[in-house]
């Protein structure tokens, strides 16, 4: 499994990218293996507002549906448009062209909040 040190990462099995007072969002590695076959995603609208630690969408896989959970608070900019017609994506490439939403923060300094990769690593037992 792959942990790349620049990103940060949740409890939840999100991974957090920081660009200035922007963040790409997406779930890690462990996460796709763990769901498998990933179907569909439901996910926020362009300019919703979305809180930190809270429920903002779901991805499905063949054999289950899984919540999404926001690692910050901000507004959602753009949505990965390609995971509509190819949400395997997820599964394939889950740092690069897997990524969900991208959001311009509330609070970038809140970063320092999240996990980093061994961090990370330490609590799903790597």
């Keep these: 499994m792959n ?3 620049e990103l940060r990462y949740t409890a ?3 991974w957090l990218k920081l660009e200035g007072d922007e963040a790409i ?4 590695d462990f996460a796709q293996s763990e769901l498998g076959d990933i179907v569909f995603l439901d996910i ?3 300019g919703t507002t979305v809180t930190g630690n809270e429920v903002f969408g779901s991805v499905e896989a063949v054999k289950t549906v899984s919540d999404l959970f926001m690692p910050l608070s901000g507004e959602v900019i753009e949505f990965n448009s390609t995971l509509e017609s190819s949400p395997e994506l997820v599964n394939t490439d889950p740092y690069g062209k897997g990524w969900i939403v991208k959001l311009k923060l509330k609070d970038p300094s809140a970063v320092s909040t999240l996990m980093n990769a061994e961090e990370y690593k330490k609590i799903i037992g790597v």
């Design 44 to 46: 926020p609208s362009v």
């Design 12 to 14: 939840e099995h999100e």
């Design 3 to 5: 942990f790349p040190s």
């Design 25 to 28: 969002v997406g779930i890690t």
